[in-house]
Each structure stands twice: as C-alpha cells, then as structure tokens.
C-alpha cells in the first residue's frame, strides 16, 4: 500500500513542480551539454559541446569545447565573449545582454511565473516537459522549453522569433556541487583584442 501512495505522489509532481524546485533549491549546478541549431525547416545549422556551470543568482559561464574552443563568463556584472580562434574578447554589461534571456531563467533570482506564462506539456521519452512564454510581447524569443528527468535539468529548447531552436541536452549533471572561488572570474589572455565595455 505504501509503495503504490508513494508511485501515486511520484507520477502526480509536474514539471512546474520540478522548475520551481529547480530555482528553488539549486545555488550551483554543473553539467556537460549538447547543443544543436535547427533552422525553421528542421535542418540542423550547427552543433557544439562543452561544459556549463551555474551559481545563482546571476553568474554562469559556458565553455564550448567543440567544434573549436570559445568561452561565455558572466560574473554577475559584466558577462565576457571570448573567442580563442580569433583571439578576441567582447565584454558588455550583463543586464543589458540577459535581461528576459533563457540564460536569467535559470540564473535569476526570480521565479519563472512572474516572466513566463507557463504550460504542462504532455510527458514524453520518460521526460516531464514544460513550456514557458514571455510575457513580455517584445522578448527575442518565442517561448522556452525545459525538460526534466529523475536527476533534475536534461534539456533546454529555445525558439527564437525567426523560428529558430536551439537545443541543450544536459548530461553528467551535479546539483549544488562546490566550486572553485575563481571560476567567474575572467582574466583576458595576453595579445587577444578586447572589445567593448572594459571595466
């Protein structure tokens, strides 16, 4: 009797359930990802790897790997594009860039219903799936959605407003692991060009 009250409860939490419990509970998080950009036709445009950490609220960085190494730091003021390829680094202001991005959905330190109208969607490939549009009519992108599985986050689907997805499967996923004091902070190689709003 008590396995099948505990499946019961199990099988009734939402993907609502899980994305609040995800900014809820989650102050640092780390995974490996993939990512895949379809055109509006479904053909893929490119495809990348690497190795995403967070720690809420407001700082992140992505470390692409492949296909060729670039770098995307924010420390919680300035967020930092650096391409090794081309040895250049661009710095902006981290509010401008992300204000109303996917990137604050999950760094915020607000809860995704006061930005996003939020929809349950079916269950599928063993996944809780939800989908999230902005509020705001004049967001880049058309709507948001997340997936998740037993261990948390597994994937992020990004719609822009030229119907354009970009896809992040998560794997190898840590919550709340410990982190390296300096692992926001970026200290731009020497000879690379910096372009932008340089502190």
């Not at 993939?34 to 992140?60: C, M, N, W, Y």
């Not at 997805?165 to 970026?186: C, G, M």
């Amino acid at each position: 009797m008590m396995m099948g009250l505990s499946f019961s409860l199990l099988a009734a939490e939402t993907a609502t359930d899980k994305l609040n419990n995800f900014v809820k509970t989650v102050e640092t998080f780390q995974a490996r990802f993939t990512q895949t950009v379809l055109d509006p036709h479904g053909q893929v445009l490119e495809k990348a790897s690497g190795l995403f950490i967070l720690e809420r609220p407001g700082k992140f960085r992505w470390d692409y790997k492949e296909p060729y190494p670039q770098y995307i730091i924010a420390d919680g003021q300035k967020i930092w594009f650096y391409d090794v390829d081309l040895e250049q680094v661009t710095v902006k202001s981290q509010v401008d860039v992300l204000a109303d991005t996917p990137a604050s959905l999950l760094s915020g330190d607000t809860m995704p219903e006061d930005k996003y109208l939020l929809t349950n969607l079916p269950s599928k490939d063993g996944l809780l799936w939800i989908e999230l549009v902005p509020k705001d009519v004049e967001s880049n992108f058309q709507s948001i959605t997340l997936a998740f599985d037993q261990h948390g986050l597994n994937q992020m689907i990004m719609k822009d407003s030229f119907d354009q997805q970009t896809r992040l499967v998560f794997s190898q996923t840590v919550k709340n692991p410990k982190l390296a004091n300096n692992v926001f902070v970026f200290t731009a190689p020497k000879g690379v060009d910096i372009v932008g709003d340089v502190p």
